[in-house]
C-alpha cells in the first residue's frame, strides 16, 4: 500500500472550485442567496488556510495552558453559532450552552481521550484539537437544533414537557441517520483520512467507531443539558407569549 499522498498545489486546489463554481451558477439562476453561499465560501477557505498555519504552531506546543484556552474558545464560539438562529435570546442562552457544551462535550472528550486511547499527555494538541473540534461541532448543531425546534413548538402553543421531547428528538435526527449511513452510503472523513495515508482499512474502522460513539454520545448528552439548563428560562418566554396583547 502506498503510504505517500500528493502534495496539493495551489493550482490544483483551485481545480477543486470548479463544481462549486458551477453550483453557484444554480443558486443564482433559481433567485436563492448566491451572496450568502459566496460569503460561506469565502470564510471557509479563509479560515481553514489560516488554521493550517495556526496549527503548525500549536502542535509544536508543550503548554496546557494555551490548550485549555484554545479548548474554551472552541465551546464558546461553538456555543455563538449555534444560537445565531435566535437573536433575540442569543446573550440569555448563551450560558447554558455553553455549559451544556462543556458537559456533555468536556465528558465525551475526557472518557474517549483518556479512557478508550489514553493520550499521554491529555492536552497533546495532535489529538485533542482535532478530537474538540468534531465533538464540539456536533454539540454545536445539537444545541441550534434542539433551540430552534423547541422555539417553534413554544411559538405554536405546544406545552413545554411536549416541546421539549420534539425538540430533543430532533437534535438527535442528523447523528442517528449518519450512523445508518456511516459505511454503507459514506465513509466519514476520518475513516478516509486514515485510509488515503495508508493506514489499514481495519484499523482505520476502529478508530471511525470510536468517533461514532462520541459524536452520538455528545449530540444528545449536549441538548440534554441545554434543555434542562435553559428550562426555567423557556418558561418565562412561555409565560411572555401566554400574556395578552395590547
Known amino acids: 500500500m502506498n503510504n505517500t499522498l500528493p502534495v496539493i498545489s495551489l493550482t490544483d486546489l483551485s481545480i477543486a472550485f470548479i463544481p462549486v463554481i458551477i453550483a453557484l451558477g ?30 503548525s504552531y500549536i502542535f509544536y506546543s508543550d503548554n496546557v495552558w494555551l490548550i485549555s484556552c484554545i479548548l474554551l474558545a472552541m465551546i464558546a464560539m461553538s456555543c455563538w453559532i449555534a444560537l445565531r438562529t435566535l437573536p433575540q435570546y442569543r446573550l440569555v442562552l448563551f450560558k447554558y450552552g455553553f455549559i451544556a457544551t462543556l458537559g456533555g ?26 478530537l474538540a473540534g468534531m465533538i464540539f461541532a456536533t454539540a454545536m448543531n445539537s444545541i441550534s437544533l434542539s433551540a430552534e425546534r423547541i422555539f417553534a413548538e413554544i411559538n405554536n402553543k405546544t406545552p413545554y414537557p411536549l416541546a421539549r421531547k420534539m425538540a430533543l428528538n430532533a437534535a438527535t435526527i ?25 493506514v489499514s482499512p481495519l484499523i482505520a474502522a476502529r478508530y471511525q467507531v470510536i468517533v461514532m460513539c462520541m459524536i452520538f454520545a455528545s449530540s444528545i448528552l449536549s441538548a440534554v443539558l441545554f434543555l434542562l439548563l435553559s428550562g426555567t428560562e423557556m418558561k418565562k418566554i412561555i409565560a411572555e407569549h401566554d400574556q395578552p396583547q395590547p
Open 26 to 55: 444554480f443558486l443564482y439562476l433559481w433567485s436563492l442567496n448566491v451572496k450568502q453561499a459566496g460569503y460561506a465560501l469565502s470564510r471557509m477557505l479563509i479560515q481553514l488556510l489560516l488554521i493550517g498555519y495556526v496549527l
Open 105 to 130: 462535550g468536556g465528558f465525551t472528550l475526557l472518557v474517549i481521550s483518556q479512557g478508550a486511547m489514553s493520550v499521554t499527555p491529555w492536552y497533546q494538541p495532535q489529538v485533542i484539537i482535532p
Open 174 to 198: 442528523p447523528v442517528i441517520n449518519s450512523l445508518f449511513a456511516v459505511g454503507l452510503v459514506s465513509l466519514p472523513g476520518m475513516m478516509t483520512g486514515q485510509i488515503l495515508s495508508g
